[in-house]
């Protein structure tokens, strides 16, 4: 079955860098769009982040663009989200989500999510 | 594009049904997904494509509209469907969007 797991979350300060990393299993990595999504605490969903199957296209919210960089490690199953210039208002847990298309389709919704990572910006 | 979510909480008694809006502020034709989320937990996909049901959903959770205004309804809701749901579309991206959420409570 689908596995995506999360790692890399803690505490930083403001201004400081940090990579969250998510592992898949279960399904063909190499053919299928990523995400990262955000929850600040006691807060709703934000979209942060897309890269597509082949790490040739990347999306980014308004949020996050300059500061934030998604790539992918296809060779390891892996999905990272390195993070720099980090601000109180980035703390939040982190998602990392299956895009529901393979390759460049075109309908994209999140149809596998992570468990989490809990990522607090405090000095 | 601004998702919608009505009520902002939905007070329910068990067994009872319940109906959840989504307005989109632009044309999103069919391509809304709505997601579950309980506390601690992940959001997990209930519907996308306004109103198909994702793999081993039950068959009480339904989805409809398009365009703009979209609806998720729950009939004889079980303890396990206490929880918060988005609406998120995906028609026109970057960003994808979702709605504040509501809040599915016990009556």
């Known amino acids: 079955q689908v596995q995506l797991v999360e790692s890399g979350g803690g505490v930083v300060q403001p201004g400081g860098s940090l990579t969250l990393s998510c592992a898949a299993s279960g399904f063909t990595f190499t053919t299928y769009g990523m995400h990262w999504v955000r929850q600040a605490p006691g807060k709703g969903l934000e979209w942060v982040a897309f890269?597509?199957?082949?790490?040739?296209?990347?999306y980014y919210a308004d949020s996050v663009k300059g500061r934030f960089t998604v790539s992918r490690d296809n060779s390891k199953n892996t999905l990272y989200l390195q993070m720099n210039s980090l601000r109180t208002e980035d703390t939040a847990v982190y998602y990392c989500?299956?895009?529901?298309?393979?390759?460049?389709?075109?309908?994209?919704?999140?149809?596998?999510w992570g468990q989490g990572i809990q990522f607090t910006v405090s000095s | 594009i601004v998702m919608t979510q009505s009520p902002a909480t939905l007070s329910v008694s068990p067994g009872d049904g319940a109906t959840l809006s989504c307005r989109a502020s632009?044309?999103?034709?069919?391509?809304l997904a709505w997601y579950q989320q309980k506390p601690g937990q992940a959001p997990r996909l209930l519907i996308y494509g306004a109103s198909t049901r994702a793999t081993n959903i039950p068959t009480r959770f339904s989805g409809s509209g398009s365009g703009t205004e979209f609806t998720l309804s729950i009939s004889s809701l079980q303890s396990e469907d206490f929880a918060v749901y988005y609406c998120?579309?995906?028609?026109?991206?970057?960003?994808?969007?979702f709605g504040q959420g509501t809040k599915v409570e016990i009556k």
């Open positions: 989500a299956k895009d529901s298309a393979s390759y460049s389709g075109s309908v994209h919704y999140f149809d596998y």
């Open positions: 890269i597509r199957f082949d790490g040739s296209d990347k």
């Open positions: 632009q044309y999103v034709s069919i391509n």
């Open positions: 998120q579309q995906y028609n026109n991206w970057p960003p994808y969007t």
